[in-house]
């Protein structure tokens, strides 16, 4: 929503628009105007002109200097702003930039048989599922006696996305021995993790920052804090259906969908008195699923023969490139427009889109791909 705004703004050149082919010409112009001043006889700078190189070759330098000071010019506004410059904007108003976040689970530490005593689990007990990754147990636990297992959320080692995507029953390997555990598996999967917070995500935050100030819970100042609570949040709908209900839905990571914990954690980062107005009621959850499949046959201009390969995989990186766009904005409906300009755009002559057919997906659905058939139809005259 902010960076759609931002996009309606005019642009800002501090450099008067100038190319470097307008420097170039301004340099030998002034170069000659100057000679005749001096002189008094006039004076043209052929093509090969020793001269006209050297003044070309400074021209490109200072031309590369103007950009360096349009460039940093620009970095004062929202619009431009990238890197440690878009953080230093964001101190304006009191925002940093969210750190990189590790995965989460719940690992499951079973005995050999039923415990006459208590058996500790340290904080800090390392599970891994294999190939260098590791969990680690966030707080202390235990088996009680008479019991053969105890459940305890687990945290990756590392921080960011690498730690996610392991399915429930996949870290089954105790790194640090404990007496009696016979065998230990996470019982939900990994998920949670995320990279440092991208440029765009804390632009869109600092540009909805003002809405955060209102005590009247505007869906911008929702919006604000929803994203501010895990740089993982991709996207986040907010409606009323009712007088004083507020609904929050989210993806995370790119159009995922929230495990429960990361929906109970939104919700109970959310219910701050500080971020809730005292009349609202707030629910939290994820999307509504809304399946679809793609059907799609193709053709290609006879002259793109010779390309049949590189099409090939240009309209199977389209149809993935489909997927990832409807799912990565709640409320978006199901398009087959779109996925026959995309496939059009990787190379195809044409497209017959069977499926999906256009869905209107409403403002708590989200469009997630569940299959695909992909047929090349062959070659056509241009």
Known sequence: MGLKELENYPDINFIEGMTLGDMKDRMVRDFQEKYAE???RELRLAEADPVRLVLYATALQIYQGMQYIDSAAKQSFLKYSYGDFLENLGALKGIKRNPAEPARTVVRFTLSGPSAGVTEIRAGTRVTPGGNVFFCTEGDGMVRPG????????????????GNGYEAGSIRTLVDKIPYVAEVSNISGTSGGAEKESDESLAERIYLAPSRYSVAGPDDAYRYWAMTYSPSVTDVM??????GDVDIRFTVNDGEIPTPETVAGMEKFLADGERRPLTDRVTVGAPETVPYRVDVEYWINESDRGKT??????VEEAVRGFAYWQRKQIGRDINPSYLNYMVVKAGAKRAVVREPVFTVVGDTGLAVMEG??????GVERD
């Open 309 to 314: 390969e590189a099409v090939r995989k240009n």
């Open 238 to 243: 907010v409606t009323s259906p009712s007088p």
């Open 372 to 377: 695909q058939r992909v047929e090349y139809g």
């Open 147 to 162: 019991e053969t297992s105890a459940d305890i959320p687990a945290v990756c080692t590392e921080a960011g996305a690498a």
């Open 38 to 40: 001096t002189t008094g």
